[in-house]
Each structure stands twice: as structure tokens, then as C-alpha cells.
């Protein structure tokens, strides 16, 4: 009798325990700063899915929705990777998890990652506690009805403690990212040729009031730009020349510091993505007529054309007091 009250007990915890299982995988609680999938994502996926992003001027769902919709408590890494293996390198409607998110934003433009870079942001989106946006607690809830967070925010302006050359790539990023949301918002909602003249009018102000808020001076500079005013000097096109050889042999593209007396300089690469080609890529193939009329029209100097993904075409340059 005894040891059947002790199975029935048993059973009974076990059994219950099994009905609490969360409705997400099991997650590292702490944010891995030093995962290279970190990085990776935020240097590549923040320019749409940035979790600063309000949820009325967010131009792609943040990465923090993307982990609640693949991810469920019998969701294997294995499994996840190869969702976003498949996901990322061919989009398509047939393929889309997040239906809602296709019929708001349209559907992701292909991304030539490599699968080494896909596998590490899957791996750090599984594994660990990623970033999310204010608003998505009350908005996620809402929509589904129960579920608690699952990432810390971050508040992503204060970075003067880190170090220069973390702190530089900060400020690039940010930059990069207020950027592409409005430049991929501008594509999704009007076309490429709005998006150029966005460009032409709004590029260099948002940048200007980027410096203004982090009190810095952020610049894009190119050797071959389109903007006369983004021509590289003597010394920024040896920095340029040396992003050039690591991106060719395949190297990683950390920061350049350069610091003096009371300064310090922060270079970091712009490469270029499948919305970048657009309006730089191969004249014939890529750049629509109608578009390479109005770059002619506005830019009649142009030299950022002919570029295909993944290759440098300049350089942040970043500069903020010690």
C-alpha cells in the first residue's frame, strides 16, 4: 500500500510539472555580450529589426518576435538554425511564420549571409536573453492573450563607459539603423526613387542630428562617393584601403581607434547589402532606368555605382572627446 501511495505521489508530480512546461525554450537568463552572434545581429539585423524602434515607425517585426514565433518549448537549436537558414536565404510567402508581419512590412529581401553568420545569430537567439523593444511586453501580451518577457531592454544611449572603440561602433550603429528604417520605410512605401530622394534631402541631417544627440561627429565617407561632400581624405582612404584587404581575404572588420591628446577617431566599415544595390549596384543589371536617371540628375558627379553585395563602399568616421 505504501509504495503504491509513493507512485501515485509521484506520478502525480510529474505529471503536473509536465503541464507547467513554459510555452518558450528555456533560456540563459544572462545577455552574453562577448557571443559573436551578438554582434553579428546587431550589425546586420538592427538595421530593420532595431529593438530602439516604436512600434508605429518599426519598418520589420524586432528580433525578440521573431524568437517567440519559432521558438516553442519542444523547439530544438538544430531545428531553429535551420528555420532561419531556410528563412533568410530564400524568403518567401509560402515559407513566412509570421503572416501578420508579412501582410504589415511585405517580405524580407533576400540576404546573402553566410550560413557561419546565420547559424551564430540563431545559436545566440536560442540560447540567450536578447534585447527588446519597450512597447513589446503590453503589445506581444495583448495579441496573445499570456506570456511573460523574455529579454531584458536595454537602454541603448548610454555609452560613454564602454570602450572607444565599442563605444564608436555604438554610434555608428545607431546611426545606421535611424538610416535604414526610414530609407527601408521610404522603399517599402513609395520605391526605390523615393528612397533616393529621401536620401538626397534627409541623409545628411539625420546623420548631423545623430552627432548632436551622442555630442560627436558622425560621418560617411567613401572614395568613391556619391555626395561630393562624403570624398575621403589622404588618410581616411588608407583606412578605407585597409577595410578593402581584410573584407577581400576575409578577415574580421574591427574598429580603427585612433586617439590624441583629447579626441578620439573611430573608423568602421559600410558594406553594402541587397538594399544598397538598389541604387549602387551594376548599372545595367541592377539600377532601375528611371532610378539611374534621377541619381544622374542629382548627383551628376556620381562614382557609387557598380557594386555588388558584401563589398566596402566607405567608412564611418566617428569622433567624440575622451
Known sequence: MKYFIVTFVLFFVFSCQKKQKPSYAKVNSQVNSNHPGKSIMEKKCYVCHNPSASHDNRIAPPMIAIKKHYISSTTTKEEFTKEMQNWIQNPTIDRAKMKGAVRRFGIMPKQYYSKEDIKEIAEYMFEYEIEKPIWFDKHYNKKRGNGEGMGKHQQGNNFKNLPYD????????????????????????????????????????????????????????????????????????????????????????????????????????????????????????????????QIDKLYPKDMATGYSTNQLRGIWSITFKK
Open 166 to 293: 565599442e563605444r564608436g561602433l555604438k554610434y555608428a550603429l545607431t546611426t545606421k539603423a535611424v538610416l535604414g528604417k526610414n530609407l527601408m520605410g521610404k522603399i517599402q512605401k513609395e520605391g526605390t526613387l523615393a528612397a533616393l530622394k529621401f536620401c538626397n534631402i534627409k541623409a545628411h541631417p539625420l546623420t548631423d542630428s545623430m552627432s548632436v544627440m551622442y555630442k560627436a561627429t558622425i560621418k560617411r565617407i567613401s572614395d568613391k562617393p556619391r555626395n561630393p561632400k562624403n570624398l575621403s581624405n589622404l588618410e581616411e582612404s588608407s583606412y578605407i584601403n585597409i577595410f578593402k584587404e581584410k573584407i577581400n581575404s576575409a578577415k574580421d572588420s574591427k574598429p580603427i581607434v585612433i586617439e590624441s591628446t583629447n579626441n578620439v577617431k573611430v573608423y568602421y566599415p559600410i558594406k553594402t547589402n541587397s538594399m544598397c544595390i538598389q541604387c549602387h549596384g551594376n548599372k545595367i543589371s541592377d539600377i532601375k532606368t528611371n532610378v539611374l536617371a
